[in-house]
Every structure is written in C-alpha cells, then in structure tokens.
C-alpha cells in the first residue's frame, strides 16, 4: 500500500472535518437554539459590561424567560423579513437574472476570451474570472470549460487555462471592478453586527469597491505569474491531451450574438451617460445632479450611493433585454420574466439559510452576548499590544483556515461579524475595514477548499484532459495560487493599511468610539 503524503494526510483531515459539519442552515438552527441556552447561563452568571460610547451598564439578558419566549414568537417573522442582505440580494439577483438569461454574460465572457492574444491569454483568463463573479456561478460552468478549449485550440495545454480561470473565479472572488450581488450580502451582515455598538451605523454596498477594484489587476497579475511559474511547467504544451466530446463553446459569436452585444453596449452607454448626468454638482446644466442628496448636493451621502442595489438592477434588465432583443433571445416580456423567475428559483437554499442565520443574528443582539464578547475580547486584544497589520494578518489567516471547512461566504460571515465587528470597532477599525480583511482571507482557499460547493465539478472538467484527476491533484495544482493568493493580497492590505487610504466611498479605516458615522 503506496504510504500517504502529507498533503494527502492534511486533505483528508480537511475533508473528513468538513463532513462532519451539518448543513450551513442546520448550523444556524443549533447556533441559534446554543444562543438561548448560553443567554440563560449568562444571565445566571451574572455577565455584564460597561457600554464603551454611553458608559451604561449592559447586562446578558435571558431569552429562556416567558418575556423571551414571547419575543422569539412574536419576531420570528420579522427577523427574517427585516434581514438586511435579503432584500437586496433578491433586488440585485433578479436585474442580473435577466442579464445572464438572455445570455448576455456567456457571450461578453466569450468574446473577451477569443479576442485575446495568444501571449496575453493567461491574464485575460484570469481576470475573465475575477470579473465573472458579479454574475453567480456564470464563471464556474461556462469560463473554466471554455478556458480548457481555448488553451487547447491555442497549442497550450488545457489544465493550464482551466486552472487561471478557476484561479480568478474562485480565488479572487471578493475582486472586481464592479460592484456585485456579494457586496450588497456582505454589507448587511456587516451593519447588523455593527449597530450592536452603534444602533445608527450604516455599512454601504460600495464599502469596499475602491480596494477591490485595486485588487483585480492584483490578483490577474498573480495569477498570470503562478500560472506560468508553477501550472505551465507541470503541463507543457506539448504533452499529450486525452479529450472527447470537445462542444462548440470555444466557437465563434454568431450574428445574433454580435448584434446583441452591440444593442447591448448602446443600452448600457446611454444608462451611463444618465447616471453621470445625475452626478453632475447641482445647478451646473438643467436637471443635473438629481441623484445628489438634495439639502447639500453631497454626492457621498446621496441617493444614488443609498440606491447602489437599484443601481445593479437597472443594469441588469436594461442591457439584458437590449442583448435578448439584438440577439432574438427574448421575443417578449414572458422572456424577460422568465429570466427573473430563473435566479430566483436557484435561491430556495439561500432563503432557507437566511432564515435560520437571521434567527441566530436576532437571537445574538437579544441576549446582549455579541456586545459582552466584544468588549472584553477588545481588552483582551489590547493587552497584547498588537499592531494594526499583524492583528489583520491574523483575522485573515482565520478567515482563510475557516474557509477550508466551511464555504460560503454569507454563512461564515453570519458567523463572524457579530463577534468580530463590533471587537474590532472597539479597537478603533471601521467595519468596513473589518470586512474588506474578511474577504481577503474567504477567498484565497476557495481554490483548494473540498468544502467549495463547486469543487466537485471543478474535478470533473479537470479529468476530461486528466483522467486520473482527484481531490489531491486540484489542491495540488491550485496550491500555489492559494498561497501566492494569500501572501500578495495581504502585503495589498496591509501597504493600504499604511497608506491610510478609504477602501470605498465613504469608508474610514479607522472608528471613532466617541462619535457616530
């Protein structure tokens, strides 16, 4: 019997961990159920702490009381209803539904792949992945295979493509030039946690669009780098390829998909040239500036960054149904509702997550226990002195370690920021810097996380060319870009960390516990 290697060994450990968690909404349910428990236990106890911008003593409170048991009835609704990422993932999810419906995003994928050069394909690759992520799981069943077939007609081998995509899909997740559904979900979990401390902070969809957008060349330039380093070297191009039942999806646009894309563009254009004409100061051309916060004409606090959801929405339908018309994908209205009733039937799972993940959060801020840990773990964290950068080193190293036996972003994050936002305001960071460190570490082991709802698939499109593809030979082949990932995205925050530069619109770095957003 051929003895294990270690990272055989650690894969199974993972895998092994990874199984034995229940299901993320499971998860919840018993989180919430431990958080009425553990409330009467600290009510017993005794626990309680000082308020740190009030001064007011504030005490556990104890949810397995008549008076708790009449809150948890009476709200079990509302909780779940009044959730902050609800809506505006389900806003968000509809408009992109139509985009990817009427098949506007499988061509513009399509032909930023196929136009690119031979000697510029990795990185456009790369970077067709990081983009692909404002639209769900377009990049996953559609960029990686065709990657594989463009490396292929290209003379490369097909692992080498298939790996950059999948490199920028997965690993460069929280990047992207755009804003997309993720941000809004993020956002929310992250201004619920934050209102444990501040009951009027806000936390904008846009919180970490500057840094993120920054980080698409980061992380296209990394991957670039590790592919040709590390992937190309272990799979020449003139190695021999084993495929069968290669599609047409490498094939020339058509007609119809050329037209579509040109009505498509237009429609966007003109969307852009309105919504910069809403920007305009006010009072400088007739009718300018309407989306400016009409008191002050500030643009930071206006209703185009508060409407950024609407925002998304609109894009979606508008160049969606421009395409659908110029490529005769959509013939009438049933088409485009279609389109919206398609992403919305793909979220019977999310909803059931929110739910209980909603529940757990109410659940949390009820007993007081979010606002008790995060003080006293704020102390704890102040005694050890410990620098900006290395304490943001560590929560990403956490987040990334966590990733590997739990993956999804939304879930994790349900998880993590009642404690960690509020703890970390505490010290002085903004929320939003708190999750812009979050996403870093959530996406760097998507890549070699078994844990990844798509990993399964992702094997499946490797053995096509590798037949003997397993768990091992993806981890082992995405390695390099996990940790690459890891180290340069992190030197990316903490050089912005030093810099003191906003992560978004309206973003500090910093909290000022002695006033209010």
Same mark, same amino acid.
């Given at each position: 019997m051929t003895r294990k290697s270690w990272l055989d060994r650690f894969l199974d450990v993972v895998e092994r961990g990874g199984n034995a968690l229940p299901h993320p909404a499971t998860l919840f349910a018993l989180l919430a159920l431990l958080v009425v428990v553990a409330s009467w236990f600290a009510s017993l106890a005794g626990l309680e702490v000082q308020h740190p911008t009030t001064g007011a003593t504030v005490s556990a409170v104890n949810l397995l009381s008549l008076e708790g048991l009449h809150r948890i009835l009476t709200s079990l609704v509302?909780?779940?209803?009044?959730?902050?990422?609800?809506? +505006? *993932?389900?806003? !968000?999810?509809?408009?992109?539904? *139509?985009?990817?419906?009427?098949?506007?995003?499988?061509?513009?994928?399509?032909?930023?792949?196929?136009?690119?050069?031979r000697s510029l394909l990795t990185p456009i690759v790369v970077f067709a992945g990081v983009?692909?992520?404002?639209?769900?799981?377009?990049? @996953?069943?559609?960029?990686?295979?065709? !990657?594989?077939?463009?490396?292929?007609?290209?003379?490369?081998?097909?692992? *080498?493509?298939?790996?950059?995509?999948?490199?920028g899909v997965s690993g460069g997740y929280s990047a992207n030039l755009l804003i997309g559904t993720i941000d809004p979900l993020l956002s929310g979990l992250s201004q619920e946690a934050a209102q444990i401390v501040d009951p009027t902070y806000s936390v904008s969809p846009l919180a970490n669009w500057y840094f993120m957008a920054v980080s698409?060349?980061?992380? +296209?330039?990394?991957?670039?780098f590790v592919a040709e380093r590390f992937t190309a070297p272990r799979f020449p191009d003139d190695r021999p390829i084993a495929a069968a039942g290669d599609s047409d999806l490498a094939?020339?646009?058509?007609?119809?998909e050329r037209r579509g894309l040109r009505y498509s563009g237009v429609a966007s254009l003109l969307l852009t040239i309105l919504l910069v004409w809403s920007m305009l100061p006010l009072g400088s051309l007739p009718g300018a500036g309407f989306l400016r916060n009409p008191t002050d004409g500030d643009l930071l606090k206006s209703p185009l960054l508060s409407g950024v959801v609407a925002i998304i929405f609109l894009y979606g339908v508008v160049s969606g149904i421009a395409y659908g018309i110029g490529a005769r994908t959509i013939k009438n209205d049933n088409d485009v509702i279609k389109g919206m009733s398609a992403s919305m039937a793909t979220l019977g799972g999310y909803l059931v997550l929110v739910f209980f993940a909603a529940q757990f959060v109410a659940f949390f801020n009820w007993t007081q226990l979010g606002l008790i840990f995060a003080v006293n773990g704020a102390e704890g964290l102040k005694s050890l002195g410990l620098p900006a950068i290395p304490l943001f080193a560590m929560f990403i190293l956490l987040t990334a370690t966590i990733n590997l036996l739990m993956g999804s972003a939304s879930a994790k994050w349900a998880l993590m920021a009642p404690v960690f936002v509020p703890m970390f305001m505490l010290l002085g960071y903004s929320p939003e810097l708190t999750q +812009?460190? @979050?996403?870093?570490?959530?996406s760097v082991t998507n890549i070699i996380s078994p844990m990844m709802s798509y990993f399964a698939l992702i094997i499946a499109f490797f053995q096509k060319y590798e037949p003997k593809t397993g768990l091992g030979t993806i981890v082992a082949v995405m390695l390099p870009y996990s940790f690459t990932f890891l180290v340069g995205w992190s030197f990316v925050f903490g050089l912005w960390l030093t810099l003191g530069l906003p992560i978004g619109p309206d973003s500090p770095l910093t909290y000022p516990a002695s006033a209010n957003k």
């Open positions: 509302t909780n779940f209803t009044s959730f902050a990422p609800l809506g +505006t *993932v389900l806003v !968000a999810l509809i408009g992109i539904g *139509v985009a990817e419906h009427s098949g506007l995003i499988g061509a513009a994928l399509r032909k930023l792949v196929l136009a690119a050069p983009m692909s992520n404002m639209a769900s799981e377009i990049g @996953y069943v559609l960029l990686i295979p065709l !990657a594989g077939l463009i490396f292929k007609s290209a003379g490369r081998h097909p692992i *080498v493509g298939m790996a950059a995509a999948f490199a698409t060349p980061v992380i +296209t330039l990394l991957g670039w094939g020339p646009l058509s007609g119809e +812009t460190a @979050y996403r870093v570490g959530d």
